[in-house]
């Protein structure tokens, strides 16, 4: 129980400094979609930047989770295809919607209201790759019989 409260505070202060951030705002998504405003990619930067550098300290030193206790530990694996292709639809969808998962649910609760479609969308997306999955494991498994 501990853990999804502390992932429902950090998810609602997560979307508090996306709305801050203005990364909700379709307009300043656009002007750095078309490099016309640095802004957020300057933002993404910083954060990436600071999650790199901390989790790699914590990691060197260590450390556990505040409230699971477990190891900070993570496995590399190198790009395989699927994570080209994840970006591609992640990068096209982000451009015809001038948004992505996170400032989706910030809007949401925002109550801009065509944000209902743009989730909507996301929720197929999300189920179309489901059921391709579920049809290739199925495949798999009958073909050798």
């Given amino acids: 129980m501990a853990v999804r409260a502390a992932a429902a505070g950090f998810g609602a202060l997560f979307g508090f400094a996306i709305s801050w951030g203005q990364f909700t705002d379709p307009d300043r998504i656009r002007d750095m979609l078309l490099l016309e405003d640095p802004y957020l990619y300057l933002m993404m930067a910083t954060a990436v930047a600071t999650g790199l550098i901390g989790t790699r300290l914590l990691r060197r030193v260590r450390a556990r989770a505040l409230i699971t206790g477990s190891l900070i530990s993570w496995k590399v694996e190198k ?3 699927r994570h080209f292709a994840g970006a591609a639809i992640f990068g096209l969808g982000w451009s015809v919607s001038d948004s992505c998962p996170g400032p989706i649910a910030a809007q949401l609760t925002q109550g801009v209201g065509w ?7 996301v929720g197929l997306g999300v189920l179309a790759y489901l059921v391709w999955q ?3 494991v199925t495949g798999a498994v009958a073909e050798p019989a």
């Fill in 115 to 121: 944000s209902v479609f743009t989730a909507a969308g």
């Fill in 79 to 81: 790009p395989a295809p």
């Fill in 134 to 136: 579920e049809r290739r």
